[in-house]
């Protein structure tokens, strides 16, 4: 194993390094692990197979030089904060979970689910279902895993993040070339593409949230004027984050509630800020160490800078941080606004003849879970779990 | 559009000649549809695009020699049996599901759910888990839709299933690479790969059942002797069915119930019995026109005769098919015994030293309720499974 330090610039924001820290990984398939130094300010790097080193840290010196903020610097707003007072962290969450309550590893970024945190799981997101319900007139819905390739590229989503699409792909239609590959994995190889003729164009990918389903679904459609459109659903959705896939704060495969809304700009912005209301009292429930602050979604290198400062400077992204240890936090949730882009892009109307504007609140199941195993150990946090769902 | 006609052989069994037609669409990207013509004991194919027509013929009998059964023919056998009595079916299900109760295409073979179809659902899949935890004390779980492909592997789906199975692909860890194919779709391309280099290689697809997971979860141990162990999740499966993927009844993604169990072989072979008669009294309290009666798995051309041949010869899978049409039915469950194949490939103990034998019942949740609602509407069908889930 092989280490490189690659220094960072001087005064990028600690949430820029953090985010360079994560891309580090898409660099090249022999990086194993990145660290983000911040008394040297630098990125370390661990590599294995031999003397691949020059090339990996050329890579990541494009990056770094790609992800630049210069002089679009904005720091990030904390809008609300709050610290439980009970105080101690359990290091051993996650074994907790395995142990005791039904987790366990399937693969990378992969789990299974059963007993305690399965119900966990299950209650968590029927209390979210009923707050969309009850705050919003949310119609319930059930999509898929896999999504149309097309409405992620009206999403922009290949330009942004294609190190992150999962593809859902399948041999082409060829009789010899399907027998040919059913023979080549008759010893029990694992599956290999010899050309990339042999497989069809990627026309559907797995989710990476459940927001675009809804847009889809209303492709084409004019909403009733004057009211604001409020859909939910929950729905396993894929995010393939290479070596930042570890234990359960960040998976391949998560479960995600979504609440969405369409509308004018003024109504879809108030229904947020009710939303963002009614979390912060489930937060208060399940006395969550936790805060709301400014955020940005993950995009690629060179799409970075720029897109960063747009959501950051117009109030885009909120997420909700969760602390896992005195010094880790994680996002369980955000709540979105999109503007006119989805309405425009999947051409759905508002009912004044514009584009409608969107936005939705979209929490990660076990993510909010995990964080609240961290601070009160798996027995209270099914208690609080069970008391906010009577309480909310 | 052209159409082909090929001959089939003479005497080949119904069954076989339907898995033909189907098998048909995956010879050529340029065949759009196929039909088994009865009276004229032929395959009718339409082309779309010019001139493949004498290529794609003879692909087709590369095909109809590879599924020929010769000296194998096993015929299937019926055990049970029931019409319903009130006999007029709905040519129009499926656009009383799509106008009132919910469902909408997505895509090909994908569909979301909402309302009286999405309630149908979740009150059936409620029903068998309960039925799975009374009868089996089956324990509850909850698993991905991506499945490591070694564990397909290990089951031999790669070369048994080739034509049918979702990869779950990602682009491979380099800077550059992602660079570019971020780049090459910035103007809103639908998703290409240049190289098969570009992408990782699959180590993970799309569940195609559920039970692969439970065995999986199982690896390396030994389960309790003297008894059998089951299992029961719900979960997405993914078929890729080219162009069958029409209306309900043939869904790329669907929904699954499944109870597994895992033991000697009398007990497994007892406990897929007892389901058998347990399911019967749920085929009755819903009224439907269905058989029960062995079966094969679709296996691709060249595995086709012999393990058709087994599977029939050894009454290893039992299929429930339910009537849509006066002479149109379709598998809506399966209760399969597999003797020590998985418990062999996956390395699982019986307690005796041996590897466990195991068995599975699998619901195909869409298809059921397409059935029930083919045969009674859909407001009748809701009665019906609402009783159903009172009264077992």
Redesign the interface.
Known sequence: METLAIPLPANLPPDVCTEITKRA?????A?VKSRYRQDSNCLEIDLQGPGASGDVAA??E??IG?MQVERLAVTPKILRERSFESGAFSAKAYEELVEQGGL?V???G?????GAF?GL?NRLDGLLERLAAREFQA????????V???WL??A?Y???F???????????????A??R???R??Q?????????G?????????SPAVCY?TY??LMGQSLPAGTVSAFTAHG?C?R?E?KNLTGLDRL??FSMREIVWLGVRDEVLAARERAINVIWRLVELLDLSARLETACDPF????FPSLRFFQLANDLKYELKVDISPDVSIACASFNYHERFFGTRFEIGAGDGEPAHTGCAAFGLERLLYACVCQHGLKRAVELVENAAERL
């Open positions: 990984c898409y660099c090249d398939a990086i890579k990541l494009h990056l790609k366990w399937s693969g990378q992969t789990v299974g689910r059963s399965m799981l119609v319930s819905q059930s999509y898929n895993s896999l149309p390739s097309d590229r009206r922009g290949f330009a942004s294609p190190h992150s699409v999962t593809f859902a792909v399948h041999l082409k239609e060829d009789f010899e399907i027998e590959f059913g023979q994995h008759r029990g190889e694992d599956p290999v593409f010899e050309d990339v042999e497989i069809a164009p990627p026309e559907y990918c797995l389903h889809g679904a396993r894929f393939y290479s391949w495969e690629f290198a060179s799409d």
